[in-house]
């Protein structure tokens, strides 16, 4: 072994004393979170949650309803009342103690900084696995009392497992290319002078790559339209593994022409593009699940399912979704491990406002700590959304879309910069929604996991992590002001 490698005993004596120092300051932590009326008072606002709601809950009068509000909005609310809670706790566990003069007998021992911010972390962590998981087990309790409940059919129990009680690994189709289509029909309206001079041409490509895809996303009656599906990693799942497998289509009836959609889908994997086909009756539009047998997909090549229009006078025209029109849901987990990894996404995301608050305590006073870790948190979930809405093609007019770029006012531009950096240092922690994906029965990986994990945790986390440590050794904690 290097010798540059070893450890000596005094050096291993150090750690060890470290780390005990770090978890008894995460022990007091914990005691002193379980001491203060804050932690009752949240307590008895989960329980009021996760019991008072489901009672109430009524939803569309079924039992997939009512199991999708259960999940979404039950847990959903756990979540906030857990981040708002964390967010006031951290905020004061550092600041408060450096007021009152009590981080003082601390400061005193033979501890890090460092360790004193660590340890707080870690007690506020702690504090949040424990509810989270009694919230989680609280919620799996529910929904295996309504499920086994007496008035449920057979019928809607297989459909309540087969679309919510699983976690279904979602494959999307296969993207569709209109760049080339456009910039040709570009040229020739160039060509002609069809242009309008105040249109750049990157607007101009814009809006027709727009138009096409809007084209691509009806078929009328008489007509039909083809998806090509490339297999997720391993293949598609074998017949004999008895893995369901459902499509999920996501598509309006064309409001001028008044009528249902009816139509025949066809799916097939390998040489047998149509091996299975399905007839549809759809209603003036909504979300279609259709159960697909897994003998009509094989092997690893692409699948290819097909929907033909019925013809015109029977049925009006179908207007799907331009982003999800179409999708394969393939079962690949149960609900316990589903939901088990949904709570671990939440609680990496809690531990992430667990260091934020803690940072800014390490600076600020109490008060100012709260809101400036309010105002980044809120100023975030704002920039995320408009950020999001901007990306969608077409929903909205940012102002400048038929004019110069030149003619934009300087307080727009002011407002895109701060939209765009704070989506950009916030953005990849937002993109996490566990819970939409629960109530939905698709499958949360543990890639999510893991990938949350190192973003909110040991990313943001560590970076948080060293600003309030640093912070934390240069505040003055024996001045009369604190």
């Keep these: 072994m290097n010798p540059a490698l070893k450890t000596s005993p005094a050096d291993r004596a150090e750690w060890i004393c470290g780390l005990r120092a770090t978890l008894a300051i995460a022990a007091q932590a914990v005691r002193a979170a379980v001491r203060s009326r804050l932690l009752i008072t949240l307590v008895l606002l989960l329980l009021l949650t996760l019991f008072g709601l489901p009672a109430s809950i009524k939803g569309d009068g079924t039992l997939a309803g009512k199991l999708r509000i259960l999940l979404e909005y039950n847990l959903g609310l756990t979540a906030i009342l857990l981040a708002a809670a964390t967010l006031w706790t951290a905020c004061g566990a550092i600041s408060q103690e450096v007021q009152y003069k009590q981080i003082a007998l601390l400061a005193v021992k033979p501890v890090h900084r460092w360790q004193i911010w660590l340890g707080k972390w870690l007690g506020l962590v702690a504090i949040n696995i424990v509810l989270l998981a009694g919230a989680g087990l609280a919620t799996c309790l529910f929904v295996l009392q309504s499920v086994r409940s007496s008035s449920v059919s057979p019928d809607e129990f297989r459909q309540v497992k087969q679309s919510i009680l699983q976690g279904r690994r979602r494959v999307g189709a296969r993207p ?21 001079a105040e249109t750049t041409p990157r607007e101009a ?15 009328a009656p008489g007509r039909e339209r083809t998806w090509v599906f490339d297999p997720p990693r391993g293949g598609w799942p074998r017949a004999s ?44 539009g909504g979300i279609r699940q259709l159960d697909v047998p897994a003998a009509a997909l094989s092997g690893a090549g692409p699948a290819i399912v097909r929907f033909a229009n019925d013809k015109h006078g029977t049925s009006s025209s179908a207007v799907f979704d331009r982003d999800e029109a179409v999708e394969l849901l393939i079962e690949e987990s149960g609900f316990s491990s589903n939901l088990t990894r949904a709570l671990l996404v939440i609680g990496c995301l809690l531990a992430l406002l667990a260091a934020l608050g803690l940072t800014a305590g390490s600076l600020l006073s109490f008060p ?7 105002a980044l948190l809120v ?29 934009s006012p300087w307080l727009d531009k002011a407002g ?12 990849p922690v937002l ?20 990938k949350a994990l190192g973003l909110a945790v040991m990313l943001y986390g560590g970076v948080l992590g060293t600003l309030g440590s640093g912070f934390l050794s240069r505040r003055e904690l024996a001045l ?3």
Excluded: C, Y
Aim: hydrophobic residues 45%; charged residues 20%; proline residues 3%.
């Design 241 to 284: 593994a008895g893995r369901n497998i459902v499509l999920r289509t996501r598509h309006r009836a064309s409001v001028l022409e008044g009528l249902p959609v009816s139509g025949t889908w066809s799916v097939g994997g390998g040489e047998q593009t149509d091996s299975v086909k399905m007839r549809m009756e759809q209603g003036m």
């Design 368 to 374: 100012v700590a709260t809101f400036v870790s309010a």
């Design 480 to 482: 009369p002001g604190g």
């Design 379 to 407: 100023l975030s979930l704002l920039s995320h959304f408009f950020a999001m809405a901007a990306s969608s093609e077409g929903a909205f007019d940012d102002g400048h879309a038929h004019g110069s770029e030149a003619a």
């Design 431 to 450: 993109q996490f929604d566990p819970l939409t994906r629960l109530s939905d029965g698709v499958l949360i990986p543990w890639a999510m996991v893991g």
């Design 176 to 196: 569709e290319s209109v760049d080339d289509i456009a910039r040709a029909r570009l040229q020739d309206l160039t060509k002609r002078g069809l242009v309008p």
């Design 205 to 219: 490509f814009a809006l027709l790559k727009h138009d096409l895809l809007a084209e691509r996303s009806i078929v």
């Design 416 to 427: 895109e910069f701060v939209r765009d950096a704070a989506e950009t240092a916030a953005g």
